[in-house]
């Protein structure tokens, strides 16, 4: 019974910062390369970060230099550390682990930036 439990979302200023958690269960997840994906309404869901099992991270271009993606693999978790964050930012973020063709989806998390 896999699960991917997100937590840390929430309403923030322009300019702000958020640390969004994922904790897995069920898998033994430093065998999984790690994302956070994100989709606003009427938008594709998009990729905003990955690490490898290896440690290795890719950024989307819009958050180069703001956000930070980081692993535990003790703790089984994903983090995203988001600063400087912008309305444009607005989505529900999704994390995600993924081996092979296997994926698995956390339940996503509200991000809302606005003064």
């Known amino acids: 019974q896999v699960q991917l439990v997100e937590s840390g979302g929430g309403l923030v200023q322009p300019g702000g910062s958020l640390r969004l958690s994922c904790a897995a269960s069920g898998i033994i997840s430093r065998f999984y390369d790690l994302g956070w994906y994100r989709q606003a309404p009427g938008k594709q869901r998009e990729l905003v970060a990955r690490i490898t099992t290896g440690g290795s991270t890719n950024y989307a271009d819009f958050v180069k230099g703001r956000f930070t993606i980081s692993r535990d693999n003790a703790k089984n978790t994903v983090y995203l550390q988001m600063n400087s964050l912008k309305p444009d930012d607005t989505a529900v973020y999704y994390c995600?682990?993924?081996?092979?063709?296997?994926?698995?989806w956390g339940q996503g998390t509200q991000v809302t930036v606005s003064s």
């Open positions: 995600n682990a993924q081996l092979s063709r296997t994926n698995y």
